[in-house]
Nanobody, 114 residues
Framework: QVQLVESGGGLVQAGGSLRLSCAAS????????MGWYRQAPGKQRELVAA???????NYADSVKGRFTISRDNAKRTVYLQMNSLKPEDTAVYFC????????WGQGTQVTVSS
C-alpha cells in the first residue's frame, strides 16, 4: 500500500519560512514527477511546484523566486522550502507523486498571518 506522509505545515507570520516534506512508502514503480499542490478555501487545487526524476522543476508564477522544490530519490522524499511567505499562500498543501498512477498525500495546513 502506497502512503505519502507529509510534514512541516503550520502557522507563520508573513515574511517567514516553512519547509514541507513528503516521504513516499510502499511499492511504487518508476516514480516520475513529484510535486506539491495547494487548495485554498473556495478555490480549485493548483500546482505549486513539481520536479522530475531528472531534476527539472516547474513553479507556479505566484511562488517563483520564493519557493524551492527538491527531492531525494534514494529516500523517495520531496521537499518544498517556502520563503517570504504571504497571507495568500495560506492553503492546504498536498504532496503528489506521478508514476503509473497518481498518488496524493492527506494534506498539510499552511497558514500565513498578516
Amino acid at each position: 500500500q502506497v502512503q505519502l506522509v507529509e510534514s512541516g505545515g503550520g502557522l507563520v507570520q508573513a515574511g517567514g519560512s516553512l519547509r514541507l516534506s513528503c516521504a513516499a512508502s510502499g511499492i511504487i514503480f518508476r516514480i516520475n514527477a513529484m510535486g506539491w499542490y495547494r487548495q485554498a478555501p473556495g478555490k480549485q487545487r493548483e500546482l505549486v511546484a513539481a520536479i522530475t526524476s531528472g531534476g527539472s522543476t516547474n513553479y507556479a508564477d505566484s511562488v517563483k523566486g520564493r519557493f524551492t522544490i527538491s527531492r531525494d530519490n534514494a529516500k523517495r522524499t520531496v521537499y518544498l522550502q517556502m520563503n517570504s511567505l504571504k497571507p495568500e499562500d495560506t492553503a492546504v498543501y498536498f504532496c503528489h507523486v506521478e508514476s503509473s498512477y497518481n498518488y496524493w498525500g492527506q494534506g498539510t495546513q499552511v497558514t500565513v498571518s498578516s
